[in-house]
């Protein structure tokens, strides 16, 4: 039987859902298994995955796998442009990059090629679930106005057929390389299989893929490993991966796998690291790790999974952070003092790439894993991108700003200004996408609450907190989501708060003293939620307040729902 004939007689070139390669065996996947002919009923068929396995007596060719490749490719393309757009959407965001169907995950790819800046992200177009996600692409000459493109990579192969997962992009002279993690899952046990693939354009737009680069696991490492993060290091690259290694004894351990090459092609193990992080035992999995220098000290991101929370009310197993990080001339890579880079709800697997200018830039996933209940999920979509930030090292650590390009988003300042002395003080906007920056003295007792977002039965508070020495974010009086409903940030030395908010319609990104702390998260009110409150339990003389409101961008992001030329 010819792979054609094998096809006709599966339903047809639509009915292709997969083809999957298990040493030797082809296994198809269905889309509707009734629709099979006789002429396979003789072949294996397990009816709870709607597989049917073909065992050749001769390999398929690599021609033959991509033709199986390129019918579901066509397919996949065909069933993202009959989506259509939810309307009304009073949650999805104005300015911040989101998707108008399905579920967005992890940044990646983030890089500046040719004059533009080139993003991905990940995204499964169909459902708010964690599934097959593709990659979907966006360009930016400003960091404010994205173009976005056909989708660049869908789960069409068989090294990547239940996900094209995160990993990262170079630009090589005219071409742009792409690295990422291919996820196959087999069998009803579902067991997973993890390789690194590579991709390449030679126009910034349009993809080939070339397959696995990487297709074996290190020794002791689960197929948990994944997420390439790409790094010049003298006159060679390196590859920076999350890995779960299992002990003799069973323990599982978080680790980062490196590897080098001098072509982007062929790759040599060096071997895993992160002994020196918490006398080697922190976590049980380090997800989308990244590797950088700012202000000449380098830095390595981490995602730990599994580790001891700093807080009571942090209650998830889900963390980011970063290490001060030593890379040897040998490649021998040391880690030590971690520290969480975002203190608010909804701040995951970041990226970071140079900017033109030299500035170290980041984009984070505003999203968690495991949590996939929201009130955008009625709209049809789930997540959204953070703010593009910058990254200083200040004072022994690392700080986040906006970037100064989001500054082309601003209307007209409005200066608001209180007269005398209040315990409350009510600002009515006119959306809940605005920038504010204020100053509060550090109270002597009791507390100060900035409420945002806020129509009297819903609202986010921000408070500072002199009894307990804290500052708290308190979102358990908007619309209900998964995730904790509470956050802090410790201030025993009683400073003064700077405060620069960004604001869209479901999320706040709040920049604390300058962005030496950061708290991000999702929050969904009404539409009519547009109140900002200044609350303090004692009397007090409030600072002056600056209030911009925040444009939409330039993005079609419609352009994603049309299959590719």
């Known amino acids: 039987m010819t792979p054609d004939e094998l096809i006709a007689a599966c339903g047809g070139r639509d009915n292709l859902r997969r083809a999957l390669k298990v040493s030797e065996t082809v296994i198809i996947e269905l889309g509707d298994p009734s629709l099979r002919t006789e002429q396979v009923a003789s072949l294996p068929f397990n009816p709870a995955l709607s597989q049917i396995t073909w065992k050749q007596e001769v390999p398929l060719t690599a021609d033959e796998w991509q033709y199986f490749s390129d019918i579901i490719d066509e397919s996949i393309r065909q069933q993202i442009s009959a989506l259509r757009v939810t309307e009304p959407a009073c949650f999805r965001p104005q300015w911040h990059i989101a998707p108008v169907q399905g579920m967005l995950n992890d940044p990646n790819g983030f890089t500046f090629h040719q004059g533009e800046y080139h993003l991905f992200h990940g995204l499964y177009q169909f459902s708010g679930k964690h599934k097959d996600r593709c990659w979907v692409h966006y360009t930016s000459p400003d960091l404010v106005n994205w173009t976005s493109h056909p989708v660049a990579l869908c789960t069409s192969d068989w090294f990547d057929s239940h996900g094209v997962y995160s990993g990262h992009a170079v630009s090589q002279q005219d071409e742009l390389v792409i690295i990422y993690t291919g996820n196959v899952r087999i069998g009803e046990q579902r067991d997973r299989l993890s390789t690194q693939c590579l991709a390449t354009s030679a126009d910034g737009i349009h993809f080939t893929k ?104 942090y209650t998830i197993p889900h963390h980011c952070g970063y290490v001060k990080a030593t890379l040897d001339a040998e490649d021998n890579l040391s880690l030590r003092e971690f520290r969480h880079l975002d203190h608010g709800f909804d701040f995951y697997a970041p990226q970071t790439t140079q900017a033109a200018d030299g500035r170290r830039l980041l984009i984070g996933w505003m999203g968690m894993p495991d949590e996939t209940r929201r009130p955008s999920t009625q709209e049809g979509w789930l997540h959204q991108l953070t703010c593009i930030r910058e990254l200083t090292y200040q004072n022994g650590q690392l700080y986040q700003q906006p970037a100064r390009e989001l500054q082309q988003l601003r209307g007209a300042e409005k200066i608001i200004r209180f007269s005398g002395v209040s315990s409350r003080e009510v600002v009515s906007l006119t959306s809940k996408c605005f920038e504010l920056q204020t100053r509060f003295r550090w109270p002597q007792q009791g507390q100060i609450t900035l409420r945002l977002m806020d129509n009297g039965e819903y609202y986010c508070d921000l408070i500072l907190d002199a009894d307990n020495q804290r500052i708290m974010l308190d979102r358990s009086h908007a619309l209900p989501q998964d995730g904790d409903t509470l956050r802090e940030i410790p201030w025993p030395d009683k400073q003064d708060v700077s405060v620069q908010l960004l604001a869209d319609n479901a999320s706040l990104e709040i920049f604390i003293n300058d962005g030496r702390y950061v708290m991000t998260s999702s929050v969904f009110t009404p539409t009519d939620a547009c109140r900002v409150q200044f609350i303090s339990s004692h009397p007090c003389t409030w600072q002056d307040v600056s209030c911009w409101s925040l444009r939409q961008h330039a993005t079609d992001t419609k352009v994603i729902l049309k299959s590719s030329a």
């Open 210 to 313: 070339h397959g696995p680069l990487i297709d074996e696991l290190p020794p002791g490492v689960t197929p948990h490993f994944r997420d390439p993060k790409i790094f010049r290091h003298h006159d060679h690259w390196i590859m920076l991966l999350g890995a779960q290694e299992e002990t003799p004894d069973g323990t599982l351990r978080a680790r980062l796998a490196l590897y080098r090459s001098k072509d982007l092609r062929d790759w040599q193990y060096c071997g895993l690291y992160g002994e020196t992080l918490n006398d080697g035992h922190f976590g049980y999995m380090w997800e989308c790790p990244d590797l950088f220098e700012a202000d000449g000290q380098l830095f390595s991101m981490l995602c730990p999974q599994g580790i001891t929370s700093h807080s009571q009310f």
